[in-house]
RNA sequence: GGGUGUUUAGCUCAGUUGGUAGAGCGUCGCCCUUACAAGGCGAAUGUCGGGGGUUCGAGCCCCUCAACACCCACCA
């Protein structure tokens, strides 16, 4: 027997355990293969909502494939997240008041490595508390021997065919970070700042030109003035030299069509190599570039002498007033611009000349392109496919280096030449390019982009570049679970980098998911102080710890406060231990098409009722069976109520089915939510308690046990994906009744529908049982009969069909119903005042007696019979309408005349009641 | 500027080829009823963002407007 109350703290503890240590989670080796990739959290990070709603989801999908039979590999992992990692180890020194550059870099990444092994394990701990059956024996790291392999070696493939360059060219540079970033790392953002109007002095003496401009420290930088060449205010000038104020240079004024002669003075400043439009103009019109800033975003030594060395804010403050000293500013206006900001550092980019390394992506982009648009890679919801075609086909080149130390080093080797050669090592170097073994080389001093590694992560985990059984087995994998937010950082370099090293799709299906919100639509995020850590849902946590997480290690000190109102306000008691199942089959629920998810403690704390609800139905169950059961051989007879929940079972299996294989979690869950608790807690189980009770010997007593536990064996495999822990546990005790032997129920079947089951007769039969039962209640329920009163009730006017029913379920009426008695009434019997309702031509009596309230029911018919007239108007409405007769399909039309014949019949009836209890 | 979404009950959201508007939570009644008070039974609640169109019929299809959200882009 299962314990009296539903506690998942002990029961989620035992199991994973058991599931890990029997090998559980490794491929079958039998049947089709199934694989999903883990997105590879960052190793040293920890599990926040996103990830485990994302995990729970996959899980689901391999768990459910593991039990219908396919040999399933959930490849798990971690990212070395170049930056992420780094930054944090940075800030530990400085903490300690070291640096990376005091102690270099291989005692820089000795520390990393350290902090790796010490907290990497972090976020594996929380994959298992999820519950999540990834096969662990696989795990791989993004910087792990076999992984840096492949990436040296699709490096040096693509740098053989010329994929991969280097070369000068203006990149975002991030000035704290100290290196390159690539267009998708930078975020744009409005803010206020201001328009200078500055002149540019004609070198004759007298006159002058006037730019606007947002960055006026960067006119050191200018090469140019450019106007549009149609501009009547300027073509004259087109040519001529301009005086570059604040020093001696004359820069000349040059036309291009890219300019808006509405904005500002419809006169440009050009620096190339701060500006990436400038650039552009820059290369059209053979401009020079002239770099003006060092690596920290300090003015170098190509400005005048009392510039150099400034901060490119402080010089701005520099030049302008220098300008007004000169009386050179025209005037200045507020104006909205978009600050480009670091995603990781928040340092405002800086547009600079550098060294880099690009991978050419055009020729890669096209057959990625075309994967999606033939339907050879499908995106779901379909409408992604808009979203990666918009960036596909305006692909730019993507700059992959990094002037970082965690990550793969660049396997490029220089002599003092400045010679560049590739290979996979410094030995291959010299053998490939034939170099003296005495030529001094060194290593590029760069690392990669992180999601240079990532691309690979879907052949690179299997084995490749060996062609591995895993790799055979497993690649291409079955879908790939993640978010909008990267499909363009990850999905779309994986789908080329794939194609162009495995000539296959990596994946069939790209399944994008919601992002997780808090309850008002914020992000969740640690300065916002709206985290919830998912692990604080199983387990619970008070108010005190709460904040303390919530306000601990923040970078903005000052927001502590505002976050410790706002939790107290929104937890005042903490959050309660939810357990994993609960929380689990919340993010199914949660998984609908749309884009962005509300979560809400509300809905977690219905799941975890429901999970209550699974707990106690089974022990009714248990109950009832243990030492009970004979096999189905020794069942004499089914009853109606028996073959109807096997028949409804049938459609909801199919149902789930349906809704997995399109991924709507949140419809399958529904759906076997709805079933559990609806129809087999609120129907099945009470019209067994009458037979299970009964005396009668030829009672359908040993049919309904094995109904109820078959069915209940059934629903605990079907549920088991969303929550696999309290399926386990029930399932140990209810599998040996039902005759199943078996360790484990992640290993067993999934259960599938059966089209012999369905009983249309004992569904309609439940259906009008039902229907007469919900009358009688909704009697009892407004006149406020309290349950433990009886009630004696009358039949009277239905059809033969009626009833031979009521004779036959009399006994589930009235304990259902809780009936004191129950009779027909002949046509010309007298009939006692009584409330009254209808189910089709039937009429259902209860005499008023003491308990029922004559003005109160004479209310509840009336209210009745108005809705009944409504519907009435509105069908004979449609059906006065010739158009609609005589165009609608027949059985729409048929359908409608039913109905009002109904309404019609009903109503007299009605009326008439409402009549006799008004008189009575 | 280009693109993609969202708008349905008090709240959070379903609504699958157009055919009688749903769920959970909340609210209001009556109940400790031998699986479950983490529960049972009953009830109330909607001009489906606005306007137009197609159709016998529109929450669903088309057009348009509005609000909100997100993504991309070099307006100095």
Known sequence: MLEKTYDPATLEKEWYQYWENSGCFAPSGKGKPYCIMIPPPNVTGHLHMGHAFQQTLMDILIRYHRMKGYNTLWQVGTDHAGIATQMVVERQLIAENQSRHVIGREAFLDRIWQWKNESGGNITRQLRRIGASVDWSKERFTLDEGLSKAVIEVFVQLHQEGLIYRGKRLVNWDPVLKTAVSDLEVESEDENGSLW?????????????????????????????????????????????????????????????????????????????????????????????????????????????????????????????????????????????????????????????????????????????????????????????????????????????????????????????????VAKDEAEVRIKYKLAATLPLRQDEDVLDTWFSSALWPFSTLGWPENTELLQTFYPTQVLVTGFDIIFFWVARMIMFGLKFTNEMPFETVYIHGLIQDQNGQKMSKTKGNVIDPIDLIDGIDLPALIQKRTYGLMQPQLAKAIEATTSEEFPNGIPAYGTDALRFTYATLATSARFIRFDLKRIEGNRHFCNKLWNAARFVLMNTEGKMGDESTVKSWSTADNWIVSAWQRVKLAVEKHLGEYRFDLAAQALYDFTWNEYC??????????????????????????????????????????????????QKVAPLSGISGKTIMLQPYPESSVECHDLKAEADIEWLKSIILAIRNIRGEMNVPPSKRVPVLFFNGNSEDQTRIKNYSEWLSALAKLESLHWLKPDDTRPPAATALVGDLEILIPLGGLIDKDAEINRLQKEIDKLNKELEKAKQKLSNTNFVENAPKDVVDQEIARQLEFTASLAKLNGRLEEIKNS
Not at 199 to 214: C, D, L, N, Q
Not at 257 to 280: E, L, Q, R, W
């Open 197 to 421: 109007y500055i002149h540019y002095p004609f070198p004759e003496g007298s006159g002058s030109v006037v730019v606007a401009t947002t960055r006026p420290e960067t006119l050191f930088g200018d090469v140019a003035v450019a106007v549009h060449p149609e501009d009547p205010r300027y073509r004259a000038l087109i040519g001529k030299m301009l005086q570059l104020p604040l020093t001696d240079r004359l820069i000349p004024v040059i036309a291009d069509d890219s300019i808006d002669p509405a904005f500002g003075t419809g006169c440009v400043k050009i620096t190339p190599a701060h500006d990436f439009n400038d650039y552009a103009m820059g290369a059209r019109h053979s401009l020079p570039q002239l770099n003006i800033m060092n690596l920290d975003a300090t003015l170098n030594d190509a400005v005048p002498k009392a510039y150099q060395g400034l901060d490119r804010f402080v010089a701005r403050e520099r030049v302008i007033k220098d300008l007004n000293a000169l009386k050179l500013i025209e005037k200045i206006e507020p104006h909205i611009l978009k600050i480009p900001k670091g995603d990781r550092s928040g340092a405002i980019i800086e547009p600079l000349l550098t060294d880099q390394w690009f991978v050419k992506v055009e020729t890669l982009a096209k057959p990625a392109l075309e994967a999606v648009e033939n339907g050879n890679i499908k995106f779901v919801p379909d409408n992604w496919s808009k979203t990666y075609f918009e960036w596909m086909r305006n692909i730019q080149d993507w700059c992959i280096s990094r002037q970082l130390w965690w990550g793969h080093r660049i396997p490029a080797w220089y002599d003092d030449a400045g010679n560049i050669y």
């Open 682 to 731: 609120d129907w099945y189980l009470e019209l067994t308690k009458p037979v299970l009770n009964s005396m009668n010997e030829n009672s359908t007593a040993a049919g309904a046990r094995f109904t109820l536990i078959t069915i209940l064996e059934e629903m605990l495999r079907a549920l088991h994906p969303f929550m696999p822990y309290i399926t386990e546990a029930i399932w």
